[in-house]
Structures are given as C-alpha cells and as structure tokens.
C-alpha cells in the first residue's frame, strides 16, 4: 500500500493500492461476495437461521439524490467533534486527543499527544520535560498520575490547563463544535445550493431506496438480504493508523430484510454467522470479538447492535478496533424513506418536524411497505444490518498473516524469514512457479505449467537467484504454494509443492498439478 499522490507529498487518510495489496483486497472482496450473495444456496436453511432465504446484489452511485442523506439522518447527524489549537492551527477528533496528568514546580497539567499507542508514554514524557523546563536527569520531578483519558472526558476547567499535541502552551484547544463528515460537491453547471450533492458516507442508502426495485425486478421474497460492494467516503478530522481510518474506503454491506416478529432471531444468526466469516479467513479467537453495544451507545435508528472487533497491533495493550457492525435498524431506513425524516428520539418512531412543526424532511412518498402473498399480512420491513469495511478487514488479514519464523535453506541452514501466514483464499499470489535451474529444459517445462496455471489463478514465474532465496521472497508475499521443477521433473513429469506453512515438500505429477493447486486454495 502506497500513500495517495506520494510523489507530491501525499494525501492525509487516501491510500493506493499496490500489484500485491490489490489483490489481496479483491481476494477479500470476493471472498465476501462469494460466502455472502453469490454463492449462497437459497434452498438450504443455515445453521442457526430461522428460515431458508435470497440473497441478491447491488451496484449503487456514489452520488445520490441529497433528500436520501437529510432522510437517513446522516445530514443532520453524521458528525462528530472537533477541537482547533489556536497555538499550532491543528484540528483535531475531540473523543481521540488523548493524555495523562502529571504535576511538577506545584502545578499540575494534562499533557496530550497524538501518536501510536506504543510511543505515547514517551511523547508524553518528552512534552511535560519540555515544558517544566526540565534537564533529563531532573525527569523524576515529574509526577505522573496512572492511565491515559481522552480530552472529552474532561471538564471545561481542565482543559485551560491542558497542553495541546503540537502546542507549547496551556490552554489553546477551542470548544468542541460539530463537524459534518460528509465531502460535498456540486452536481452540473450549477455552483449554488441547487447543485450541491454528497458523495455517499455509506453505501447502505442506496439500498433502502432500491428496496422496491428489487422487489418488482425479481420475485425475492422476505426474508431477503441485498448486498453491496463500493466506496464510501468521509471526511474524517484526523485520519490514522494506516487504512484502518482513512477518507475514502470500501464497504461490504448487507441490508437484510424480514419480518418484525422474526427480526431477533435474524439479527442473533447475523452476528454469529458474520464473526465465523472471520474465523474462517483466519482470524484467531485471541484477537478477534464481539461487543454488544450499550443501550447509551446505540445510532440514532438503532435497537441493537454488536461490533466485531479486532486487537491490532497498533492500538494500545486491550483496546480493540472495529472491523464490521451488526445493526438491528428496525424500520427507521424504509419509513423514513416513506414518510420522511423519522424522530429518533421517539419510541415508537415518528416524524420529525420543525419548531413550527412542519415535516423537517420530506420522504420520496413512494409505499416502501410490503405484502406477504401466502398470509396477505402488510408491514414494513424490519432491516439487519451487517456493515464490513474491507480495508480493515485487509489489515487485520494482514497483522495476523505476519510472523517471524525459521526455514532451512539450500544449505539445510536455519534462516529467519518472515512469512505472510494469509489463508489461501486471499493470498495475492496462489502459487510460485520456479525452474531449479536456468538450463537442462527446466524454464521450459516451468513456464509452460505457468502458463496452464495462471489461467485460473494468480501464478508468478520466478527463474531469478537462488531457490531458498525465491522461496523466502513468495514468503514475504504470503503465497500459499511454490512449485519447483527439477531434474527428475524431466524424467518422471512430477515437479516439487512446497506448502509455505509447514514446509512439506511433496511430489505432484504436473498432470494432476491444476486440480491439486485448485483443491488446496479452496476454489
Ligand atoms: P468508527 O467508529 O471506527 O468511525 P463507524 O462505527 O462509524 O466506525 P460504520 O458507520 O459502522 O463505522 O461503518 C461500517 C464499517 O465501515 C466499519 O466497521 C469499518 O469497517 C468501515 N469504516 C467506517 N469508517 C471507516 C474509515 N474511515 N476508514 C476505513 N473503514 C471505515
């Protein structure tokens, strides 16, 4: 992965995608596709589901009409606090300044930084030095109290002695204010407010207002899920730790439609099945979870909702990240879409108005409800929502592949290599292709099981150096199988399959090479 227009400086929180880096997240991607739309069998009914259902797919626009965002709540809601510094002219995310108390000379400061988790002790250290004007063999008049906080959970007070990231001085944060996350352009010739538009924070919208499409294009029938892959964006104050919080992104979502009275025990098989995906694609239990939300915590539409949440290496020592968010989002999407902007507030939900109690968003007015042929029964849909970004789930693929271990050489040597430990299924590169040497017909006999394999998967040919040295480098790159041809190759029509992991070398016969590669990824 490369930082966006690199050669200019780059762009804070937009990613490139490099040959290896983009297939692997196509690998992801399709792998999604596959397990949750394409090859889902609507006759058979999954362990644990209330019922057999259909799943079908969607490719929405980006841009969309702008009464889809004040009705979905993200134009009044989606934002989140800011602090600007007077002092260095910084902005940063309220919730994620983070910094600890310590006292020196009878005072007693907050001290703040914005670095990784592993180096905040330090930064922190380094700052209050600096600002007690301490020489390093003096740092243990600095008093430190125990843990970091972050700024919001401080009192007004507080923050005029608080010591900004990039400031020298107390006391310069600005009060927090709102921030819409949404990026906004404008649609046409038209500048003025009649062209604006967004570009889409979610993709999930442009299914709801699909829903009838669908329903009237195809013969599914509730309960029925509709998934989509694309790129969403926000415009997030302080973009960090790699892909994990970036501007631009993917998601994979599901909008999963049932009936009200089925809608829990839908929203139970969601997250279980959901979690086993990442099981399955090699997560390990060690640093994989999933956390209920409090009820404080809950989104404005929603009456449940887990988060599957991985331990990446850059966090602090406990803390998890999320990688995908099972909502139970009730009825709020397809009525509000209906009717118009529903109070989220109000339980049962309804309309939303202004103080003169005017509507505040009018819905498109169109019958999103739907009609059970078999009992005649009319309602709206209740929705289960499974929410994945697959750039964080990329890289917790990617944390997790990554290990350090010993492998013989040419020698019989022990060598430490790093290994990308990625399952098969996602693994950029599926297999190697190597002549042992660069003679005897061997690169002949090598490129022409290239050439056989690569049609149907993604093969590399490496003819270069020596043979632990070419194995070492498909390590790095977390390809699963190398396959060596050698002298006895021309002999016998068998070549060498090395598995990366245990290092088992077993004799194919070229024959039989496509079918034996295709079982063990899995496709
Ligand atoms: P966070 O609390 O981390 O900002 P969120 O709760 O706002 O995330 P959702 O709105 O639930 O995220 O989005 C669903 C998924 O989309 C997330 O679980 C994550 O995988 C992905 N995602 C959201 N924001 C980003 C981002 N800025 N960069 C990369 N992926 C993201």
Not at 177 to 193: D, I, Q
Not at 303 to 324: R, S
Not at 428 to 455: N, R
Request: charged residues 30%; glycine residues 8%; proline residues 4%.
């Amino acid at each position: 992965m490369f930082q966006s227009s690199e050669i200019y400086g780059g762009m804070n929180g937009f990613w490139d995608y490099g040959p290896l880096g983009v297939e692997l997240k196509r690998n992801v991607k399709n792998a999604w596709w596959q397990d949750m739309c394409a090859g889902h069998n609507e006759l058979i009914q999954l362990e644990g589901a209330p019922s057999t259902f259909e799943m079908v797919g969607l490719d929405c626009t980006i841009l969309m009409h702008p009464q889809v965002w004040k009705c979905s709540g993200h134009y009044d809601l989606f934002h989140d606090f800011m602090v600007d510094c007077r002092e260095s002219k910084k902005r940063y995310r309220f919730d994620q300044v983070r910094g600890r108390w310590v006292s020196a000379k009878s005072q007693r400061i907050f001290v703040t930084t914005m670095v990784e988790a592993d180096t905040e002790v330090e930064e922190t250290q380094r700052k209050a030095q600096k600002f007690f004007n301490l020489r390093a063999k003096d740092v243990d008049q600095l008093v430190w109290e125990s843990g970091f906080v972050s700024l919001d959970k401080l009192t007004p007070e507080e923050h005029a002695v608080t010591l900004a990231p990039d400031a020298n001085t107390l006391g310069t944060f600005t009060a927090p204010r709102e921030f819409n996350l949404m990026f906004k352009t404008y649609v046409g010739a038209l500048s003025g407010e009649e062209g604006a538009a967004f570009l889409r924070p979610e993709t999930a919208q442009g299914i709801f207002v699909n829903f009838k499409n669908v329903l009237d294009s195809t013969r599914v029938k509730i309960p029925f899920g509709v998934a989509q892959i694309g790129k969403s964006f926000r415009n997030e104050i302080t973009p960090r730790n790699f892909t994990f919080r970036s501007r631009e992104f993917e998601q994979m979502e599901i909008e999963f439609f049932c009936n009200p009275t089925e809608s829990p025990g839908w929203y139970t098989y969601w997250r279980n099945r959901r979690m086993q995906w990442y099981r399955d694609l090699g997560l390990s239990d060690k640093r994989l979870r999933l956390r209920e939300h409090h009820a404080d915590e809950l989104s404005h539409y929603s009456c449940g909702t887990a988060d599957i949440e991985y331990a990446f290496p850059f966090l602090a020592e406990g803390e998890y990240g999320e990688l995908e968010g099972i909502a139970h989002r009730g009825d709020f999407d397809l009525r509000s879409h209906m009717e118009g902007k529903l109070d989220p507030k109000k339980r049962p939900l309804e309309l939303e108005r202004t103080e003169d109690g005017q509507p505040k968003h009018r819905g498109s007015g169109r019958d999103l409800t739907y009609r059970d042929d078999l009992t005649n029964e009319r309602y709206t849909p209740h929705v289960i929502e499974p929410s994945a970004g697959a750039d964080r789930a990329m890289l917790a693929f990617l944390c997790e592949a990554y290990t350090e271990d010993e492998a013989p050489d040419e020698d019989g040597k022990m060598q430490t290599r790093v290994v990308m430990r990625l399952h098969p299924r996602i693994a950029p590169i599926k297999a190697a292709v190597f002549p042992l040497v660069k003679k005897d017909g061997m690169p002949e006999l090598a490129q022409k099981i290239y050439g056989d394999l690569k049609k149907h998967m993604n093969v590399f040919y490496d003819e270069k150096g020596a043979v632990g040295r070419r194995y070492r480098r498909q390590d790095e790159a977390g390809t699963p199988y190398c396959i060596t041809v050698d002298g006895q190759s021309l002999v016998d029509g068998t070549v060498t399959v090395r598995d990366r992991d245990t290092l088992v070398q077993t004799r194919i016969s070229v024959s039989e090479l496509t079918q034996e590669i295709k079982t063990r990824i899995g496709s």
